[in-house]
């Protein structure tokens, strides 16, 4: 059973740029929430997804938006890129219902130039 | 708004001696708990949680956590720490049983052989 999976792993951008990072929830998992490491802080939480539709957002401004998928797969796309968006991305999925744990994926590490 | 405190940035012991890593938090409601384990190059990894019952839980690989509502602490703990311990260490909280985990900002902890 395999658990979260992100990808890329790594990606490096340039300032201006746009990016689509990709989430596979675990199994039976039907909500994706991101959030965005700094180096050196705790994650901050961008925003979760539940039934294709955005269902609570941190404060990120708008250039971060995100799509969920009818297989609960999901992507955070990222506009306008700046040098402070330069973090470790983690995509978590749980189930919708309960008090559940999050699991987490191994990351998306984007550097933006 | 919820919020959580790691005071500590390092904690530093040698292998077998008692591992204490201690956290905070801020919550309107009633607080759902959470610890949290990241190593290298890695997302994060679950180890236990607090929802309701009895003040210790016991969670994954030894460890285990004193809830206490009177001081809104939630600390880490593990008797007999071991050299392979040492990771960075989250304490997560929210105030329902879906939105959003506020971290800390985490907790590096060091063992020695």
């Known amino acids: 059973d395999a658990g979260v999976t992100q990808s890329p792993t790594h990606l490096i951008k340039t300032r201006g740029q746009q990016v689509t990072l990709r989430c596979s929830p675990k199994s039976g998992h039907d909500t994706v929430s991101w959030y965005q490491q700094a180096l050196g802080q705790g994650p901050q939480f961008i925003f979760q997804y539940y039934e294709e539709e955005e269902r609570q957002r941190g404060n990120f401004p708008d250039r971060f938006s995100g799509h969920q998928f009818p297989n609960y797969s999901s992507e955070l796309n990222v506009n306008a890129l700046l040098l402070g968006d330069s973090a470790l991305y983690l995509c978590a999925s749980s189930f919708s219902t309960g008090s559940e744990k999050l699991f987490f994926g191994s990351g998306t590490q984007l550097s933006v130039l | 708004a919820q919020s959580v405190a790691q005071p500590e940035d390092q904690v530093n012991v040698a292998e077998g001696n008692p591992l204490t890593v201690k956290c905070t938090y801020s919550?309107?409601?009633?607080?759902?708990l959470f610890w949290y384990v990241q190593y290298p190059n890695r997302g994060l990894q679950f180890l236990l949680k607090?929802?309701?019952?009895?003040?210790l839980v016991k969670g994954s690989y030894g460890f285990e956590a004193e809830f206490n509502k009177s001081q809104t602490s939630f600390h880490l703990k593990k008797p007999s720490a071991l050299v392979s311990d040492s990771a960075l260490y989250f304490c997560?909280?929210?105030?329902?049983?879906?939105?959003?985990?506020?971290f800390g900002a985490g907790t590096q902890v060091v063992v020695t052989p």
């Open positions: 919550v309107s409601g009633n607080p759902y």
């Open positions: 997560a909280v929210r105030d329902d049983s879906w939105g959003k985990l506020q």
């Open positions: 607090y929802i309701t019952g009895d003040n």
